[in-house]
């Protein structure tokens, strides 16, 4: 599935399935809400956190898809084309981040 797909998708289950789009200030908090638990279950899994037996269940792909599809609502909501948006941010960091990462000892031990 596209970029392009994928928000068109969303926005044909909001339109049946979830009858309208919440207020775009609602999506914004139910976006935290959704980066909050990818946060959580990442501080378990690869963190030094460690699971409580309520989080047994929890799956991360779900979690990153939750964070997906109410950004894509965000973006229709607010009229973004999320693939024409991707493609000038990346423009952005090929001319802005061209030799930063390279140079970067932190990340490159190479560099002296």
């Known amino acids: 599935m596209t970029i392009s797909e994928a928000q068109q ?17 609602t ?12 946060a959580r279950i990442m501080a378990r899994k690869y963190g030094e956190q460690s699971f409580k037996k309520s989080d047994e269940e929890v799956n991360l792909a779900d979690e990153m898809a939750d964070v997906l599809f109410v950004l894509i609502c965000l973006a229709n909501q607010t009229g973004i084309d999320l693939t024409d948006a991707l493609k000038k941010n990346l423009q952005k960091k090929n001319i802005r981040d061209a030799d930063r990462h390279k140079n970067n000892e932190k990340i490159n031990p190479s560099k002296p």
């Open 9 to 25: 998708t969303v926005d044909n289950w909001i339109k049946t399935t979830g009858i309208r789009y919440f207020n775009e200030l």
């Open 27 to 38: 999506n914004t908090a139910i976006l935290m809400e959704e980066v909050g638990e990818v």
